[in-house]
């Protein structure tokens, strides 16, 4: 495994923005650019952790294809969770992946979606009870986000799921992170602080966002469901997909070799 990277002179995602890039002091035009800058940084601290996001994938990878029912689980709370049930959810029409191997444990419920739920994240052992209701085991994948690293919930969902044998991997912004040392495959995203101080749906949201992507799109890319770089597994559920689905089968067939 990826060793974490343990500078505790690393920025941390409480970190106040500095005197100068203050955005409620600035123009609009300015203000935006100035968040757009400070966005780009989530690429910056994804390339960072490229190694340790590849092991955490090819991981993965080896767990979910050993079996035909291993589930690809994602955890976390407000903002992570929000960012993990996007990531699973497109997987199913992208690749069809099947939704039976798909799992979410979503701090307060599925309606803290759409609402936060106040004290929800606050209780590790309601994260425990939550891997434990949905029968987590050792055919399975945890993805647990937290942007502090310190959330009960998610820390509850992690341990609770290591202790059942699940493969679990946790993605924080901040070093040292208390998640990180959870995870059997830890991913450090050092985004720093926010240009709106407490927002980590910014900068480290982007980042967390990016992580994913690339950790379910390799786990696909392994199982098969990529071919000469078109998802040939795709769902047409509408009419612009099956226009989709018809071009990528026409391009498949001419990239056969001829018989």
């Known amino acids: 495994m990826t060793p974490i990277n343990r500078d505790r002179n690393k920025p941390n995602t409480e970190d106040l923005p500095l005197a100068g890039t203050h955005i409620d002091q600035m123009s609009p ?5 100035v968040m757009l800058n400070h966005q780009s940084g989530a690429i910056d601290a994804v390339r960072d952790a490229l190694s340790q996001i590849e092991t955490a994938a090819l ?3 080896q767990r979910l294809a ?4 291993g ?21 199913t029409p992208t690749f069809n992946w099947p939704q039976s191997r798909l ?10 979606l759409m609402g936060a739920i ?13 891997t434990t209701a949905l029968a ?14 310190q959330t009960p919930f998610t820390r509850g969902v992690l341990q609770a799921a290591s202790a059942q044998g699940a493969l679990t991997i946790g993605i924080s912004n901040n070093a040292d992170a208390p998640l990180l040392h959870d995870a059997a495959y830890p991913v450090l995203l050092c985004t720093g602080g926010e240009i709106i101080a407490g927002s980590t749906r910014l900068t480290a949201g982007t980042a967390q966002k990016i992580c994913l992507n690339l950790i379910s799109n390799m786990i696909m890319v392994r199982m098969g469901f990529v071919l000469h770089g078109m998802m040939v597994n795709m769902v047409p559920t509408n009419a612009k997909l099956r226009h989709r689905r018809d071009q990528i089968d026409r391009l498949l067939k001419r990239a056969e070799p001829d018989s």
Request: hydrophobic share 45%; proline share 0%.
């Open 59 to 61: 991981a993965a990878h």
């Open 29 to 33: 035009v300015d203000a935006l650019g």
């Open 136 to 149: 987590v085991g050792g055919d399975d994948v945890v993805i647990a986000l937290a942007a502090s690293g």
């Open 103 to 112: 799992g979410f444990l979503v701090a307060g419920g599925h309606q803290a």
């Open 118 to 130: 106040e004290n929800a994240e606050d209780d590790d052992d309601a994260g425990k009870a939550a």
């Open 71 to 91: 589930r690809l689980i994602y955890a976390g709370a407000g903002t992570s969770a929000r960012i993990g049930v996007q990531d699973g959810v497109e997987l």
């Open 66 to 69: 050993a079996t035909q029912t």
